[in-house]
């Protein structure tokens, strides 16, 4: 069964500090996974993509990695702000229109 | 560039009512269009998918229905609502069907 999980289910941090997020997916087949930012009530939007020879890939102060022999993602954040306070969705595309979608780890900073 | 509008943006219906979301893409043709439904709590489940114009997928069984009556316009109907049609519904659409998704504004629906 095609699945995504992704870890901590919520996290709190104090702004300025970094973080990282946790994605294991079992996907096949595999043809690229994205990491999304959903802030409540909107829809998501995209961060970063790695197809499977990527191994990190960054945006601004958003470093994701992926390691496919082991099927797992993180995505980091680096010098948090108010504004990174959202939902952060992992994405894994089988390449035929199949997209699985993990529940997310909602993200607090706090002031 | 490319807009995804959704529309209502929230709505409240009784069981047993009808419904109609709508979904338009601009600046893009023949887009791949997709409806999920999101939970609190859950991960986004996608309902439809089309690849054209009255081509539509149906992930799950379920009480609800799509179409696609022109290239970029995508509707979510139901005859009777049940309770368990609460939920965010999202529409998206994607340039190939590995690419990114991108996503509209979402309707709050609650059934009551």
């Known amino acids: 069964k095609n699945q995504v999980e992704q ?27 994205r990491w999304y930012k959903q802030d409540t009530g909107r829809g998501p939007v995209s961060l970063t993509i790695m197809t499977f020879s990527e191994n990190t890939k960054s945006n601004g102060r958003y470093t994701a990695t992926l390691d ?19 939902s952060y969705i992992c994405v894994v595309s089988t390449g035929t229109y199949k997209y699985i979608f993990g529940t997310g780890t909602r993200l607090k900073v706090l002031a | 560039s490319q807009t995804i509008h959704q529309w209502p943006a929230t709505l409240v219906q009784p069981v047993g009512s009808p419904l109609s979301l709508e979904c338009t893409v601009e600046g893009t043709s023949n887009p791949n269009l997709y409806w999920y439904r999101q ?11 089309s690849v054209g114009i009255g081509q539509i997928s149906s992930e799950v069984p379920q009480n609800l229905s799509a ?9 979510l109907s139901s005859k009777k609502l049940l309770l368990s049609d609460s939920g965010f519904y999202l529409c998206a659409w994607s340039a190939s069907g590995s690419g990114e998704q991108f996503f509209g504004p979402g309707t709050r629906l609650t059934v009551l």
């Open chain 1, 7 to 33: 870890s901590p289910q919520s996290l709190i941090i104090l702004e300025g500090k970094n973080c990282t997020l946790q994605c294991n997916y079992t996907v096949s087949p595999f043809s690229n996974l």
């Open chain 1, 68 to 86: 496919a022999d082991t099927k797992q993602s993180s995505l980091h954040i680096t010098a948090s702000q108010l504004s990174d306070s959202a």
């Open chain 2, 39 to 49: 939970a609190a709590g859950r991960g986004l489940q996608l309902l439809f998918y």
């Open chain 2, 67 to 75: 179409s696609r009556p022109q290239d970029r316009q995508f509707i």
